[in-house]
């Protein structure tokens, strides 16, 4: 199993981002995926789920409304748009297979003018 994202970087207030986490060494359909983030000194904390086979959806109080995860199946990719962006949510982001335990080495986003 491999997890790769992308997309992590400098932004200023009020911007958007788009993460990405491509997957590889499993059948990527048939697992919900999360993303989660860990601001230093912390431990992670999930933002955002998505289940297989649909597309049904979850996302943390503190991003509601801002942010939206997606998956895109042929690409075994899950994606996490970011808008609207804090300088609180600055944080590493890192995308997971639920039930496989798997997660990616992660990505950064720092928020900041």
């Known amino acids: 199993v491999q997890l790769v994202e992308s997309g992590g970087g400098l932004v200023q207030p009020g911007g958007s981002v788009r993460l990405s986490c491509a997957a590889s060494g499993f059948t990527f359909r048939r697992y919900g995926m999360s993303w989660y983030r860990q601001f230093p000194g912390k431990g992670r904390e999930l933002v955002a789920f998505i289940m297989n086979g649909g597309g049904k959806s979850t996302h943390t109080d503190s991003v509601k409304g801002r942010f939206t995860i997606s998956r895109d199946d042929a690409k075994n990719t899950v994606y996490l748009q970011m808008n609207s962006l804090k300088p609180e949510d600055t944080a590493m982001y890192y995308c997971?297979?639920?039930?496989?335990?798997?997660w990616g080495q992660g990505t950064q986003v720092t928020v900041s003018s």
């Open positions: 997971k297979v639920e039930v496989l335990n798997y």
